[in-house]
């Protein structure tokens, strides 16, 4: 019922009335606790004799996701509530808790919290307590090893109108406090229960650095925007007696986050100055960006600044893939396999430049096997050119299976189950690629120029053991045979060697919640790897 903000009265949906309409009048007011988040929901009782069950309201919970229950409550009379969960399929109750409070304890607003434990299980219908960073959801992230954890990144924190933007002084402090907004780039209102500090925290969680993308605005009253990056850096960064830093300890963590990389704007690489063209829109970015960039360089000169046109100073750019290779032009299977062609763009970028970071959106644009072993192409070719291309992310990252709006998402996940596409799988099969030793190699086929190949050497933390990963991507009808030659490798050095394939019968196949590992890493016993291989 917070949808809407303060246009009130809003809608209340998905919230629905219990028990017959005329015994309840609901209306939202602006008349909360809060002073960032106004808008409550006011359920005037008129019923002198109710039913046995009560009237109320009841929420159909998000596609089964996990709760707990918290609300706030003001009366002017004593209180008798029934928190229950119920099944959405025949209204069985699967729990409930009772609070009785007394007039003159709930004059004035007061936190109420309940826990519900089911004593029978209903995949549509789950209430319990929120989940740790040990979770099924953070774990497939942990298992990829990252280094960088890019947000929040996307069409997201620009919005189609200013207005609309993600703001991340709204985001932060307690849940409820959070007034939200309305993301109208894909039309859902969204309450902020992931902000900035989630972002950061997620990413020490997981063992990355974080990489924090903001807004650069269309507009030309920069200043407090330019302010507001300035904050939410020291928010990050600064000891926890400074006025945000105290906002970040009071959330608790005052411990300074890692927070060493920034980007400015999000994906302007497909507007019309990424190539440095003129134009009205242009000289009002490039105005702006230059306030942001330089205020950022003089506060703070250790912060590495990311730009998405490559003409502007910067020390890393963000090469765009979907807009710049892509142009969004294509239809599926053509924008794989013209990502995979694309192997080699960076073999003769000039090396003078700044370097190129972190290469967002690597992905095909679809979640079928054809599509990964095309961003392992294109990874392969990135790999190769290391020296200049600082780092990679691949977005986007999740999808809940009930709003599913395509197939390039590396994780899906219902309240029951998750399972890896294909292109999370090519994530994780370069995820020893972090801190490894390029080495120069040549594969020699007929087809070697569309057969983009490299080779790491790579130090194991487990065993302390330096192994040799050789990688190859083809996205051909053939079968190709190569064999493997070492130099400079003496082979009393070698133990046993493996080959990893993802493959499938047909490169249009995908992973399901029915068969979750149709295509994911096999790994075999690679004979005679001693002295010859093939």
């Known amino acids: ?176 406090q959070r007034p939200g907004h309305f993301g109208d780039v894909w039309s859902y209102w969204t309450d902020e229960g992931f902000g900035y500090f989630e972002g950061l925290q997620l990413a020490e969680d997981i063992g990355a650095r974080p990489l924090w993308v903001f807004n650069n605005v269309d507009t030309n009253i920069i200043t407090p925007f330019v302010q507001e990056a300035l904050d939410g850096i020291e928010f990050a960064r600064d000891e926890a007696t400074s006025r945000w830093g105290s906002l970040r300890a009071s959330m608790g963590h005052p411990k300074p986050f890692d927070l060493k990389n920034v980007a400015i704007g999000n994906e302007d690489c497909g507007k019309t100055n990424y190539q440095g063209m003129l134009s009205r829109f242009l000289l009002s970015f490039f105005k702006n960006y230059l306030a942001f960039y330089k205020t950022i360089r003089h506060a703070n000169p250790d912060i590495q600044i990311i730009s998405k046109p490559l003409d502007h100073p910067a020390d890393m750019y963000d090469y765009h893939a979907i807009s710049y290779l892509l142009q969004l032009t294509f239809t599926y299977p053509h924008e794989a396999i013209k990502m995979f062609n694309n192997a080699h763009v960076f073999d003769k970028t000039p090396r003078n430049d700044p370097k190129y970071a972190p290469i967002g959106d690597i992905q095909a644009k679809h979640g079928t096997l054809l599509g990964a072993v095309s961003e392992a192409g294109f990874l392969i070719g990135l790999e190769r050119n290391s020296d200049h291309v600082i780092m990679a992310s691949y977005t986007p990252l999740f999808v809940n299976a009930n709003d599913r709006m395509w197939n390039r998402d590396a994780i899906v996940f219902n309240s029951n189950h998750v399972y890896g596409t294909p292109s999370y799988w090519v994530q994780f099969m370069f995820r020893e690629s972090n801190g490894a030793t390029f080495l120069k190699s040549q594969l020699q086929t007929p087809d070697s120029d569309s057969v983009p190949a490299s080779a790491i050497l790579w130090i194991n933390p487990q065993d302390k053991k330096t192994y040799l990963k050789i990688k190859v991507a083809n996205v051909g009808n053939n079968q190709i045979n190569f064999k493997i030659s070492l130099n400079g490798f003496e082979s009393s050095n070698a133990t046993k060697a493996t080959k990893t394939m993802l493959t499938s019968e047909n490169a249009l196949d995908e992973n399901s919640f029915a068969n979750p590992k149709e295509i994911v890493p096999k790994r075999n016993p690679l004979q005679s790897a001693r002295h010859t291989s093939s």
């Open 1 to 176: 019922f917070e949808a809407g903000g303060t246009q009130v009265p809003s809608n209340i949906a998905p919230w629905t009335i219990v028990g017959q309409e005329s015994a309840i009048l609901l209306q939202t007011q602006l008349s909360s606790c809060f002073e960032r988040n106004k808008v409550a929901l006011k359920m005037d009782v008129r019923c002198d004799n109710c039913p046995f069950d009560g009237v109320g309201v009841s929420h159909p919970g998000f596609w089964g996701m996990k709760y707990k229950v918290v609300f706030f409550v003001r009366s002017e009379g004593p209180l008798d509530t029934t928190e229950s969960l119920r099944k959405s399929e025949g209204g069985g109750i699967l729990a409930s808790s009772n609070i009785n409070t007394s007039e003159s304890e709930i004059s004035n607003w007061k936190r109420m919290e309940t826990t519900l434990v089911a004593d029978a299980s209903s995949s549509n219908s789950s209430l319990y307590l929120t989940t740790t960073k040990k979770g099924d959801l953070v774990n497939m992230l942990i298992n990829l090893k990252p280094i960088i954890f890019r947000f929040l990144g996307g069409c997201f924190i620009e919005g189609q109108t200013l207005r609309n933007a993600f703001r991340w002084k709204d985001r932060v402090g307690p849940w409820e």
